[in-house]
């Protein structure tokens, strides 16, 4: 016998004789792997041979041949320690009572549908040289793969679909170079990987696609970063807890085949995080540093909680880049950084920032979501309220923020929002405020005709309370509020709207309001044209600066119960700033200004509207309307005036009278004896119709005859227009 063979010989019988025992056999660490060789063919006939109250327990082992159990049922707990194996084991269909690799070394480990009746504990240095294969498996306790290392050299480096754990998976600063398939798993507790780092560039880094977790799934910074190079799949999985990806450093690489998205053009999205039709009934929370280089997927996806989004960054920043080099072209590809339509969120969604507990300031303002590319929530619904504020949106000339059909509960807020794209909210339901204060809205979206659509589009939206647009707030593209209802107050005090290229600066027509505030002063005239066209508003307060909007003010049908503006302007300006904004006659905006100062009791105001509505009626017809409308506006006021016909036929009585009383007329016949009275022969003439005993008694002559003919015509001129005006002034009344 050899000394090689004496010494495997010895090292069997010690393996046998600590089985025996269940005490641990030792091996030096750095001694010759030959003189620390066990064959598997030993373990595996040691622990399927029945013997009974013992254990295998083996510390800095070097396992050589095949460690085979498949199908077997082991009843002794398996403890491997710091030891290494030349195959892997294969544990394919064994019941064991427990499994302990700590710290070993396999080229793979085979455990397709193993059951073990306590923990399964591959940690503490635990390397894979090939894939671990737990497909099927069951284990009775917890997975522990917390600090190992799976250095696949294929695709996969752990393969658990349907892995069943009564327990939690603990992997904490797991290391996989590979994918890591857990999908359909079904774990009783929590799943840990924070630390983990997942390396499968261009492939999935993490397939759990339909995993059931009853408690939480972390992917946080406890024990380091997570970090995934390659895609995260969480589609269709449900979580009894939160999902925890704070502070987590994704980057994906592959981007999926493009979609075609509303109103044109097509989605490039190269996802990271994949979590469609997840359903979590805890929090999601995406924040602290959370980094996407792709695009993060939550369309359908129902959290009990809320969805926090601060500090995140989220998007392909290279791409959005290249859209800021080519300023003023129409963009086809549109680059998704949040993709959330349908989304349901049973709680707020945050994804402003906070300083010191605050959320003011140019800290919290750096510490809010910052989006490269389209964020979408379209038809999404969140219950509570959605804070935007602070936020920073990347997609010049896109639809950066597509929300078309949201519904919020509470408040939006948007205050202090930067956006290089546009907002679109159409058929958005928001039950308490929109609040835009402050936001800057820049690069709008464009149309293939080069124009820009508007920066901020919330066509058809019902706000429950206020729409706030004030406090520095800029729309380089306008803003569109076209048929939106809003409940008590819509301003746009102190807003710039519009730019170089928009041909609308504020569209709201159809718009139904409250209070209405345009109060905007000469130095933040809107760029473009202002659609005031029927809007209902209780209170209107405006300021010069809208009135001088760059292309005119459209009113037609604009109602409302009262005006003001703030310094306070008289009626004369008023009538003006309608002449400047009105090249074309219409009676509606002068008889809504008109009922306003009727009903407040300012009569006379009121008629000083109608005199103007009057004369630029008449000035806008030929030759004769002209004249007629000028005999009208001096001789009666349009009706609004009747004294002032009384004082023409007093003056035109008087100086017929002062004519007479120095020119007696002959008689018209001898057989009459009329008796000449001046002042009642010129009553006689100007007033037409009644008979006052002196009209046809004289032969008038020479200048007499001229003044008589006169004095006839003043009065059916008088005539004519008073019994107009009084017409109208019936009809009016």
């Not at 349908?342 to 906070?354: H, K, N, S, Y």
């Not at 402050?438 to 429950?464: C, E, I, N, Q, Y």
């Not at 009278?657 to 001046?678: C, Q, R, V």
């Not at 006839?712 to 227009?721: D, E, F, K």
Request: with cysteine; charged share 25%; net charge neutral.
């Amino acid at each position: 016998m050899t000394a090689e063979e004496r010494a495997a010989d010895t090292v069997d019988h010690d393996v046998r004789a600590a089985f025996a025992a269940g005490r641990p056999l030792r091996f030096d660490p750095r001694a010759p792997k030959q003189e620390r060789a066990v064959r598997g063919e030993l373990l595996s006939f040691l622990l399927t041979a029945g013997y009974r109250t013992a254990a295998l327990r083996l510390v800095g082992a070097h396992v050589v041949g095949p460690f085979a159990l498949e199908g077997a049922r082991v009843d002794h707990v398996v403890d491997f320690l710091d030891c290494t194996f030349e195959q892997p084991p294969d544990l394919r269909m064994a019941r064991l009572v427990g499994l302990r690799l700590r710290g070993c070394k396999v080229p793979g480990l085979w455990g397709r549908n193993v059951r073990v009746g306590s923990d399964l504990v591959l940690e503490a240095g635990f390397t894979s040289d090939g894939v671990v294969d737990l497909t099927d498996a069951a284990v009775d306790g917890t997975l522990r793969l917390a600090g190992a290392v799976l250095r696949s050299k294929g695709d996969h480096a752990l393969l658990a679909a349907r892995i069943r754990l009564s327990g939690s998976l603990q992997a904490i600063a797991l290391r996989a170079g590979g994918e890591g398939r857990l999908r359909g798993a079904d774990v009783g507790g929590s799943v840990h990987l924070g630390g983990a780092r997942l390396v499968n560039a261009g492939q999935n880094a993490l397939d759990a696609t339909g995993v059931t977790i009853a408690g939480n799934l972390f992917c946080d910074a406890e024990g380091g970063r997570f970090t995934a190079e390659g895609r995260i799949l969480l589609d269709g999985a449900r979580v009894g807890g939160s999902v925890v990806f704070s502070g987590a450093r994704l980057r994906a690489s592959v981007v999926d085949r493009p979609v075609l998205v509303i109103p044109r053009g097509t989605a490039d999205e190269a996802a990271a995080l994949v979590a469609d039709r997840m359903r979590v009934d805890g929090n999601v929370e995406l924040d602290d540093g959370f980094t996407s280089s792709g695009t993060v997927r939550l369309p359908n996806a129902d959290i009990g909680g809320y969805l926090r989004l601060s500090g995140a960054v989220i998007g392909r920043r290279d791409v959005v880049e290249e859209l800021a080099d080519h300023p003023g072209e129409v963009v086809h590809r549109i680059p998704v950084a949040l993709h959330a339509d349908g989304i349901r969120v049973r709680g707020d969604l945050e994804a402003r920032g906070a300083v010191n507990g605050g959320f003011a300031g140019d800290g919290a303002r750096d510490s809010a979501l910052q989006a490269y590319g389209q964020v979408r929530l379209v038809d999404a619904h969140v219950r509570g309220s959605a804070s935007l504020s602070g936020v920073r949106l990347h997609g010049p000339g896109i639809d950066v923020l597509f929300a078309d059909r949201l519904r919020v509960g509470g408040t939006l807020f948007l205050r202090d929002l930067r956006a290089h794209g546009s907002l679109r909210l159409q058929n958005a339901e928001i039950g308490s405020t929109l609040d835009c204060s402050g936001a800057s809205l820049l690069s709008p979206r464009r149309r293939p005709d080069g124009t820009v659509k508007p920066s901020l589009d919330a066509r058809v939206a019902t706000v429950g309370k206020d729409f706030l647009c004030s406090h520095g707030f800029t729309a380089v593209g306008g803003v569109r509020i076209r048929l939106a209802e809003v409940g008590k107050m819509a301003t746009f005090a102190g807003a710039r709207l519009g730019g170089p290229d928009s041909d609308i600066a504020l569209n709201a027509y159809g718009l139904t309001v409250s209070q209405l505030v345009l109060r905007l002063s000469e130095d933040q005239v809107p760029v473009g044209r202002v659609v005031l066209t029927r809007v209902t508003a209780a209170t209107v307060l405006d300021g010069p600066g809208l009135w001088a909007a760059t292309g005119g003010v459209d009113v037609e049908d604009f109602t409302f119960r009262s005006i003001s503006s703030t310094p306070h302007v008289g009626v004369r300006t008023r009538l003006r700033w309608l002449r400047e904004v009105q090249p074309d006659f219409a009676p509606g905006p002068y008889e809504q200004l008109a009922a306003v100062y009727r009903d407040g009791g300012e009569e006379e105001l009121a008629q000083a509207v109608q005199l103007e509505k009057q004369h630029r009626r008449y000035s806008e017809l030929g030759v004769a309307g002209r004249v007629w409308g000028f005999l009208q506006r001096w001789t009666v006021g349009y009706g609004y005036r009747p004294w002032l016909a009384i004082a023409w036929l007093a003056a035109f009585w008087l100086a017929g009278s002062a004519w007479f009383l120095g020119h007696e007329m002959p008689k018209l016949n001898d057989d009459e004896s009329p008796s000449w009275n001046a002042w009642l022969l010129s009553m006689d003439l100007l007033i037409p119709i009644v008979d006052l005993g002196q009209d046809g008694k004289w032969k008038f002559s020479g200048a007499s005859q001229w003044i008589s003919s006169g004095l006839i015509a003043v009065g059916w001129i008088l005539a004519s227009t008073a019994a107009a005006g009084a017409a109208r002034v019936l009809k009016r009344v």
